[in-house]
Antibody, heavy 117, light 112 residues
Framework: EVQLVESGGGLVQPGGSLRLSCAGSGFTFSTYSMSWVRQAPGKGLEWLSYISGSSNTIYYADSVKGRFTISRDNAKNSLYLQMSSLRDEDTAVYYC??????????WGQGTLVTVSS | DVMMTQSPLSLPVTLGQPASISCRSSQGLVYSDGDTYLNWFQQRPGQSPRRLIYKVSNRDSGVPDRFSGSGSGTDFTLKINRVEAEDVGVYYCMQGTHWPPTFGQGTKVEIK
């Protein structure tokens, strides 16, 4: 069974940093691209970042480019999102999702990030 | 970016009655390989999104056959044959043909 489990969320002050993790199991992690998607409270879904299985290809949404860094450690079956220069508008539930071209087939349960002073 | 526009944004439905959600894209969604990467997701209250439909009309494993997807080009539809109580939630379309992937605003399905 495919499982994705996010962790690392919490309360952080504006301008601060946080690192999210996503542990994958039930599939060969290194062979799948992965993405991060977020959902602000009461709002819709926003794709944030993509990383290929080998980490050779990485993309970011304009809203987080230069502030967020996606990475992965295939030996640990883990995906990461390093977030810096956090703003109030980054408050959201952050989901990791398994990519296959053109779709997001499996999602984690999400981890809540709250940016507030 | 490709804009995905859903309608209606709120859909009250009587149990056992059909429901239909429209999703329109600002550009055609046929990829160079001939496939159309249009997906539908269901998000029940308090849960993470779950994919129901991929490539317009392919149902995911475990998805009841009362859910169906159709459409082409820029116009797509998700239909629920007979709404059940467990179908309450928000439904999102998402295109994966053009970079970056983009989602519709969501359609909230509730029971009358």
């Amino acid at each position: 069974e495919v499982q994705l489990v996010e962790s690392g969320g919490g309360l952080v002050q504006p301008g601060g940093s946080l690192r999210l993790s996503c542990a994958g199991s039930g599939f060969t992690f290194s062979t799948y691209s992965m993405s991060w998607v977020r959902q602000a409270p009461g709002k819709g879904l926003e794709w944030l970042s993509y990383i290929s299985g080998s980490s050779n290809t990485i993309y970011y949404a304009d809203s987080v480019k230069g502030r967020f860094t996606i990475s992965r450690d295939n030996a640990k079956n883990s995906l990461y999102l390093q977030m810096s220069s956090l703003r109030d508008e980054d408050t959201a539930v952050y989901y990791c999702a398994r990519e296959k071209f053109g779709t997001l087939g499996y999602w984690g349960q999400g981890t809540l990030v709250t940016v507030s002073s | 970016d490709v804009m995905m526009t859903q309608s209606p944004l709120s859909l009250p439905v009587t149990l056992g009655q059909p429901a239909s959600i429209s999703c329109r894209s600002s550009q055609g969604l046929v990829y160079s390989d001939g496939d159309t990467y249009l997906n539908w997701f269901q998000q029940r209250p308090g849960q993470s999104p779950r994919r129901l439909i991929y490539k317009v009309s392919n149902r995911d494993s475990g998805v009841p056959d009362r859910f169906s997807g159709s459409g082409s080009g820029t116009d797509f539809t998700l239909k629920i044959n007979r709404v059940e109580a467990e179908d309450v939630g928000v439904y999102y379309c998402m295109q994966g043909t053009h970079w970056p992937p983009t989602f519709g605003q969501g359609t909230k399905v509730e029971i009358k």
